[in-house]
Structures are given as structure tokens and as C-alpha cells.
């Protein structure tokens, strides 16, 4: 029998980042597009690269090892865990050899030691060797166009800096020496801060950063909600044996107090990088050396438009009369690569691309393709163009993808867009185009399972782009404001209305009058502030769910099944039982469990406690007490008393 070995952990997730990398380099810049479809003609591709790399004898059976069949690929690429024949293994290591690529040392075949430590931080991601791996492992359409035109939908950005799409930034380097060198010397908690305008790709450089740190002794942790991940700060503080990077991808979202940046200056083993388009007036300017401040300009254009172009095959002479006279570093990167996408290096487009009036192009290609929705839905290119207008001014408001068509159909006074565009599929010409600027993903609340919430790609392609008015009746103005801030009424949308309203009041918008004003009053009034939305209920959610595997105190979970009740109250009683056994099930059990006993204490909620008893007679038997751990404590509870069969 021959020798078999198992795989898992950073060398297997390194060594299938190698063979796609050494494909690309064996088939002159072709991409290993993955699946686990037998159909998938991209496995037979890598096979006869092998083949041809190795210089494989395919009829000599006895004496050779014959690259592995699209069942062997399928599990290797997508398995956790993957048993290998050792021949097999050479042959891989063989072929990545062939392109002097290697993979992570021997020693670290089964996983890498930071990667088995648990990391109880809330707020955040862990940029590790588990993410890398769900982020190459679940199936996906993500292309370097897609990546290049910043689709935020199945975690494109990521995959394409994990796929090595990205161009290395100048300073790249510096900027990784700097963060290094920041934890030998306490100057700042602050390492570095990369500024520049919107559309400069520090968002990119961020993500390459995190990646470059995978398989240091830094744990690198990219920031999702600041609330939750001040609360945690004492864990990092108590944690003298590493050290954290925490990645602010974008200040200015953030909206962090003054306590935010004193609580974090005093941590040791942490440093921040944080990501800003100014940083005039800024709070932070008092903790860090503004030495270690940089700027992304549009200076590096040209060079990264090049490397792009090396990797698409573009011939010397094309790429030559491109560059000829450009005024590529003069603009955006992102609105240079919407234009390079969208014309030269798309084979289905008849556009050529004018290097000397990109940004002209630029708003051309938006412009043509907003006449084109609205031929379809006046509606629809009006509230495209209104959203914009809002996301200039600072004004983005919340709202699924179906209410935006209802919106759409209510400028026109029909029920094309929501009857023909709710699915978002790509097939729909209107869709594509769609594609284009902005990214659908399903909600995670299992009653509305087929509504979807939307996002722009990029700032700048809504501030530059879909803000600008194709037709002379177009404007945009405070009376267009009241005409969204009706039709949301209209459409029955009165919690997203609600905000809206309040926001308007917060701007100190100009009611034509206080009688105006108090016809707002009343017809809000109901609304309390409590209403919960279904695109906030369904945030709420992924929270918990994210939340669910760290292993948060009693006192959390607390809170959350307060929040789940007030929230859930006018939901069927499943939706309360389908979300509370996901957070169970997620690693939680014992907290939550102990805090509904300290909840029975002050209430007797019976949909809760109905659910509880059910759960624990499933799971645990007539035996009610049970042993867990809180804040590394051992805990028994005897819920006899409480759960009564």
C-alpha cells in the first residue's frame, strides 16, 4: 500500500495558493478559475500543465505518477482536511518548485501555532490562516475585472489580494517596516497613517498589509464595529505573550470619541494603522509621529496600470500607446481602471480608450449607461441618481434592494422594476449594467430570507459618476429631499422615513415652514425610536452570529437576548427559535444558557424559556445542571429550579 499523508492547516492552504500561482505562470497568465463542479474544464487545464511542466510520461503508468482527476482536485481545493498519496505531494511540490515558489516550512504541515490560539476579540476579524482559507475555499465568481472595479459581493477584495491581483504599492515596504519597527520602541500606539483621496487604493494596500502579516507573530485584527471591540481591550492588555495590529480601514466611518484613543494608548502590545482621505483636525494627530504619515498619490498610476497590463499580456507597443501623453497620474486610480475596465480590456465593448480624456470617458460610460436604465425605468435612473446625491452629501440611507425598486416603481408609477429586477440576476441586461456600480447579498434573517441589501462599490463612482444629472430636468436640491423623504412614507418604508427625517433635522434642514415641519411630526409620530428596521435587525444578527464563537461573559448574552426579544417581538415565534439555535450552535451554549438563568431572576419571558427548556431536555437529558466555563471560570448552574419539565 502506498504511503498516504494528511493535510490541513497553513501548509495545505499555502500549497493550493502556490499551484494556482504556478498554473498562471505555466499557461503564460491564464487565472485557475475553482469550483466543485466535475464540469469545471480548469482542473483538465492544470493536469496538462503539469504534465507538460514535469515533462511527464502519461504512457508509462508503471514507472510514473499520473497528475490526480477532477474528484482529487475538487477535495484538495475545498476540503479542510486532505489525505494525499505521498507521490502525489511530490508532484505538486515539484511543479510550484519548477517556478521557484515555495511553501510554508515542514514543521508547519499540520497548522501554524498563532493559528490555534483562540482569539476572544469582538468587533473584528482575524487575518489568519482560517480566513485565508474560507475566503479561497467558498465558491465564487470573483475576476480581476471585478476585483479591479472594487465589487464589494463574495469578498472579492479579499480574494484578490489573496490571488495576488494587486500591484505592490511604492511604499509597501516602508510602510510594513514602520509597523514592525513601532512595537520595538513605545513612541505611539498609532504605527502609521496612509491618507489620500477616495479611489487611491488604500483599501487594497490595507488588505495587502493584513496578508503580509498571515504568517508573522503579529496578530492582525481588521476593525468591524468599534463598540464591541473596546469593550475587549482588556483581554488584549492582559495578553503579555503577543502582540496586535488593529487595521482602521476608514476613519472617517469610524466616528471614534476621545476615550476611543486614550483607552488605546495605553495598551503596549498593541498598534493601529488607520486609513483617512485627510488628516487636517483629526483627534489622532496628538498620538503619533506624523512622520509616519503617508500619502497615496496618483503618481504611481502610471506604474501600476502597467503591471496590469503585463499580467492581461498586452503587447510592448500597446502598452506604449496607452501611456503616450496620458493623464494617468492626474486622476483617481479607481476612475483610471473603471475606463481601462470598461473599454480596452473588455472584449465585448467597441470603446477604445482615450488616455487623454479619461475622466471625460469616465463619466461618458456612466452617463451612456444611465440613459440606457432609464429607457428601461425613469424611475429606477432617477432614484440610481438620487441615491448618489444623498451618498455625496453624507446623507446614505438604508434600505433593501427590493424597497429601492419599490421606490423606483413609485417615481413611475408602475411595478416593472420590482416584478422583473428583484433576483439581481446577472442575465438581466439592466442587471449587469447594474453589476457595474453596485453589489446585492442576502440577509441572514430567516424570515425574509429573499430580501437582499445593496452597496455601492466605490465612493467615488457614486460622488463622480452616478451624481450627475444626463437629463436638463434633473436636480437635486432640499425639495428633491422631502419628494424621497414622501415617497418612503408612500411605500410603506416608515422606519427608514423615520431616520431619515431625523437626519434631516440633524443637518438643520430648511422646512419651508414650522407648519411644514409639524405635518412631518404627525405623520412620524408614531414611529418611536425603537423601530426596528429589517436591514438593522438583520446587522443585529450577523453580530450575534460573529459574536457567538468568542467567548463573550454571561453579561453579553444578557444584553442580546433583551435585544432579540424587544427586536423580535412582532416576528413569528420560529424566527426567535431559528436564530436562537444558530447562536447556540455557534459555540455559545453555555453562556447563553447561564444568562437566561440570570434572566429568569427578573423575568419570565415564556416563548424564551419555552425554547430554553426544549433546548436543554434535547441536549443535556433530565440532567440540569451543568458544568461550563465563564471568564475561564468553572460554573456550575442546577437549572432544576428553573426549566420545569
Known amino acids: 500500500m502506498r504511503e498516504s499523508k494528511k493535510l490541513s492547516g497553513a501548509y495545505l492552504e499555502c500549497l493550493r495558493m502556490q499551484i494556482q500561482k504556478a498554473y498562471t505562470l505555466a499557461t503564460d497568465g491564464l487565472v485557475l478559475t475553482l469550483s ?23 504512457t508509462d503508468r508503471k514507472k510514473t505518477t499520473i497528475p490526480p482527476y477532477e474528484d482529487t482536485l475538487i477535495n484538495f481545493f475545498y476540503a479542510d482536511e486532505v489525505p494525499i498519496l505521498a507521490p502525489t505531494l511530490q508532484m505538486f511540490e515539484r511543479f510550484i518548485h519548477a517556478f521557484d515558489l515555495k511553501c510554508v516550512e515542514e514543521r508547519h504541515k499540520t497548522d501554524r501555532k498563532y493559528d490555534n490560539r483562540i482569539i476572544d476579540i469582538s468587533g473584528v476579524s482575524v487575518i489568519n490562516e482560517k480566513f485565508r482559507a474560507s475566503i479561497l475555499n467558498a465558491e465564487r465568481h470573483s475576476t480581476l475585472a471585478k476585483f479591479y472595479l472594487a465589487k464589494q459581493d463574495e469578498n472579492c477584495q479579499w480574494f484578490g489580494v489573496f490571488k495576488d491581483w494587486d500591484v505592490e504599492r511604492h511604499d509597501y515596504q516602508n510602510i510594513r517596516n514602520t509597523i514592525i519597527a513601532s512595537y520595538d520602541s513605545y513612541d505611539s500606539t498609532i504605527a502609521v497613517v496612509v491618507h489620500g483621496a477616495p479611489g487611491a487604493g488604500t483599501s487594497t494596500l490595507f488588505r495587502r498589509l493584513a496578508v503580509g502579516f498571515i504568517e508573522s507573530d503579529i496578530i492582525v485584527l481588521w476593525l468591524n464595529n468599534a463598540d464591541l471591540f473596546y469593550a475587549c481591550l482588556e483581554r488584549i492588555n492582559a495578553d503579555s505573550t503577543n502582540n496586535y495590529l488593529l487595521i482602521i480601514e476608514n476613519w472617517d466611518e469610524l466616528k471614534p470619541s476621545e476615550n476611543f484613543l486614550k483607552e488605546f494608548i495605553r495598551l503596549k502590545n ?68 473603471f475606463v481601462l475596465i470598461r473599454s480596452y480590456l473588455n472584449p465585448l465593448s467597441n470603446q477604445t480608450f482615450d488616455s487623454k480624456n479619461i475622466f471625460s470617458q469616465f463619466k461618458s460610460i456612466v452617463g451612456t449607461e444611465l440613459e440606457i436604465v432609464a429607457k428601461y425605468s425613469n424611475g429606477l435612473a432617477l432614484a440610481l441618481y438620487y441615491w448618489a ?145 429589517v436591514l438593522l435587525q438583520d446587522s443585529l444578527l450577523n453580530e450575534y452570529y460573529a459574536e457567538a464563537g468568542v467567548n463573550q461573559n454571561a453579561a453579553y448574552w444578557i444584553n442580546c437576548l433583551w435585544c432579540l426579544l424587544i427586536f423580535f417581538s412582532g416576528n413569528k415565534n420560529e424566527t426567535l427559535q431559528t436564530v436562537l439555535k444558530r447562536i447556540l450552535k455557534s459555540g455559545c451554549e453555555s453562556a447563553l444558557i447561564s444568562s437566561a438563568y440570570q434572566m429568569s431572576k427578573n423575568a419570565d419571558e415564556s416563548l424564551l424559556f419555552n425554547f430554553m427548556i426544549n433546548y436543554t431536555k434535547e441536549h443535556f437529558g433530565g440532567d440540569y445542571k451543568i458544568r461550563f466555563k465563564i471568564n475561564l471560570t468553572d460554573v456550575e448552574v442546577d437549572f432544576s429550579s428553573v426549566f420545569k419539565q
Not at 466543485?36 to 511527464?56: C, G, H, M
Not at 512622520?291 to 503587447?315: C, M, P, Q, V, W
Not at 442576502?442 to 452597496?455: A, I, M, N, S
Request: glycine share 2%.
Open 389 to 533: 446625491n444623498l451618498y455625496k452629501q453624507k446623507l446614505p440611507i438604508r434600505l433593501s434592494w427590493q424597497s429601492f425598486l419599490k421606490l423606483a416603481d413609485y417615481f413611475d408609477n408602475d411595478s416593472k422594476c420590482i416584478n422583473n429586477l428583484s433576483e439581481f440576476d446577472i442575465s438581466n441586461p439592466i442587471v449587469e449594467i447594474l453589476s457595474h456600480y453596485l453589489s446585492t447579498e442576502k440577509l441572514v434573517h430567516p424570515e425574509f430570507d429573499r430580501v437582499d441589501k445593496f452597496t455601492f462599490h466605490s465612493d467615488i463612482l457614486t460622488e463622480k459618476g452616478l451624481s450627475q444629472s444626463i437629463y436638463d430636468e434633473w436636480y437635486f436640491n432640499d425639495s428633491i429631499k422631502l419628494k424621497i423623504l414622501d415617497a418612503l412614507i408612500k411605500i410603506d418604508e416608515l422606519g427608514v422615513a423615520f431616520d431619515f427625517y431625523n437626519d434631516l433635522k440633524k443637518i438643520k434642514f430648511a422646512f419651508k415652514d414650522n407648519r411644514q415641519r409639524k405635518l412631518y411630526d404627525l405623520k412620524l409620530g408614531k414611529i418611536q425610536s425603537y423601530y426596528y428596521s
Open 270 to 337: 498593541l498598534r493601529i494603522i488607520i486609513g483617512d482621505r485627510e488628516i487636517k483636525h483629526k483627534q489622532y494627530l496628538k498620538y503619533y509621529d506624523v512622520g509616519n504619515a503617508f500619502y497615496l498619490s496618483n503618481d504611481e498610476n502610471r506604474t501600476i496600470i502597467k503591471a496590469i497590463f503585463h499580467a492581461n499580456n498586452e503587447s510592448e507597443r500597446s502598452r506604449e500607446r496607452i501611456f503616450l501623453d496620458s493623464d494617468l497620474n492626474k486622476l483617481s486610480l479607481y476612475i483610471v481602471l
Open 36 to 58: 466543485k463542479t466535475r464540469k469545471n474544464a480548469d482542473y483538465e487545464n492544470l493536469r496538462l500543465a503539469i504534465i507538460k511542466t514535469l515533462k511527464i510520461d502519461v
